[in-house]
């Protein structure tokens, strides 16, 4: 199956650094998203990426829909204590309806 | 409240016992999914479903069952459990296409002996 690769896969960070992790593929995707995991809980969408080159920021969130349409990044900024969880990039190959999340990466803040 | 649930939340079982995994959403969406989360896999789509009587399959559909009969529900059904089918499973909906917003639910923890 697709393998989408997050880097790095853990994190562990004071509170109010920045925060950046990526994901790459070997396939190029026609739509990027990134999702949250807090523990226990299901995955909530954070950031939507529709076109190649696209800069979308939520609040402290920045992502960045990669131009070779295999690559995506998230950026947090100064970082908060509920910020922990595991952040999942997504996408969608081509026009059809499968969809395929990343392996994660884990970010732990201190405070 | 806009909800998916999922049930049971936790289940042990022996292999080649059949068992379902119920799933319901009650926003009318179109789109729902299924994935198993394993740890440094991420998750991985089993099966997703466009509309009523319309299924498809996902990355790792092998000894996985589903059905559509209903816009609301989106039961997962595993005929004959094996070991390493023991993982965390997600229920997701989503209004009409995976790239839209995909609600999760709380997830179910199956461990197979």
């Known amino acids: 199956g697709q393998q989408l690769n997050q880097s790095p896969q853990s994190m562990f960070i004071q509170e109010g650094e920045d925060v950046s992790m990526n994901c790459t593929s070997s396939s190029i995707f026609n739509t990027w998203l990134w999702y949250k995991q807090d523990p226990g809980e299901g995955p909530v969408l954070l950031i939507a990426?529709?076109?190649?080159?696209e800069l979308t920021s939520n609040g402290r969130l920045t992502a960045q829909f990669g131009i070779t349409r295999k690559d995506s990044f998230l950026n947090i900024s100064a970082s908060i204590p509920s910020d922990v969880g595991i952040y999942f990039c997504?996408?969608?190959?081509?026009?059809?309806?499968?969809?395929?999340f990343g392996t994660g990466t884990s970010l732990t803040v201190i405070p | 409240e806009a909800q998916v649930t999922q049930n049971p939340r936790y289940l042990i079982t022996v292999t080649g016992k059949k068992l379902t995994v119920t799933c319901s959403q009650n926003?009318?969406?179109?789109?729902m999914s299924w994935y198993r989360q394993d740890p440094g896999l991420g998750l991985r789509q089993i099966y997703y479903s466009m509309n009523v009587e319309v299924t498809d399959k996902g990355d790792v559909p092998e000894g996985y069952k589903v059905s559509r009969k209903e816009k609301r529900n989106f039961p997962l059904i595993l005929e004959s459990p094996s070991p390493n089918q023991t993982s965390l499973y997600f229920c997701?909906?989503?209004?009409?296409?995976?790239?839209?917003?995909?609600?999760f639910g709380p997830g179910t923890r199956l461990l197979v002996l």
């Open positions: 990426l529709y076109k190649a080159g």
């Open positions: 926003m009318n969406h179109e789109y």
């Open positions: 997701a909906s989503s209004e009409s296409a995976p790239q839209e917003t995909q609600y």
């Open positions: 997504a996408g969608q190959l081509g026009t059809g309806n499968q969809f395929y």
